[in-house]
């Protein structure tokens, strides 16, 4: 499943990358905002890390002004590899390298179709695993 989240600053780009979805009868979560009022990005990354944390195979899109905000937000829970991604490029090694569960956007820096196409690449690329797995291993405390 698909969890989005947004502050004020990136509502509009939520509400973009959710007709996206719509229209390729993709099911999404939308825990909020749901509107242009101003808000604390750090309420609305938690109930997005709550839907994400539900399912292993749930991913979120996390989004605020700079995506900044989203991506500390979210990676202060231990379970969240969350990554700002500016570009397909990093969005494909969030998920190769990183196996990053979170994309985090700015969206005063995403126009809506480049938005998509980063979206695009981290939904359809894999772990690759092995020194990777490693990493992640000892960033979680699992291994020295």
Do not use: W
Not at 16 to 44: C, H, M, R, W
Not at 49 to 69: A, D, T
Not at 126 to 141: D, Q, T, V, W, Y
């Amino acid at each position: 499943m698909i969890i989005l989240a947004s502050d004020h600053r990136g509502y509009d780009l939520k509400e973009d990358l959710k007709a996206f979805f719509n229209q390729e009868n993709i099911i999404t979560i939308d825990v909020g905002t749901y509107s242009k009022d101003p808000v604390d990005y750090p309420d609305y990354a938690k109930l997005g890390i709550e839907k994400v944390l539900e399912n292993k195979n749930n991913v979120g899109i996390f989004i605020c002004g700079s995506g900044i905000g989203m991506s500390l937000a979210a990676n202060r829970n231990p379970k969240i590899r969350g990554a700002l991604c500016l570009d397909e490029k990093m969005a494909m090694l969030a998920r190769k390298d990183n196996d990053a569960n979170v994309l985090c956007l700015g969206a005063n820096f995403l126009k809506k179709n480049k938005a998509i196409r980063i979206v695009k690449v981290f939904l359809t690329t894999s772990f690759e695993g092995g020194r990777h797995a490693r990493r992640l291993k000892k960033i979680s405390g699992e291994i020295k």
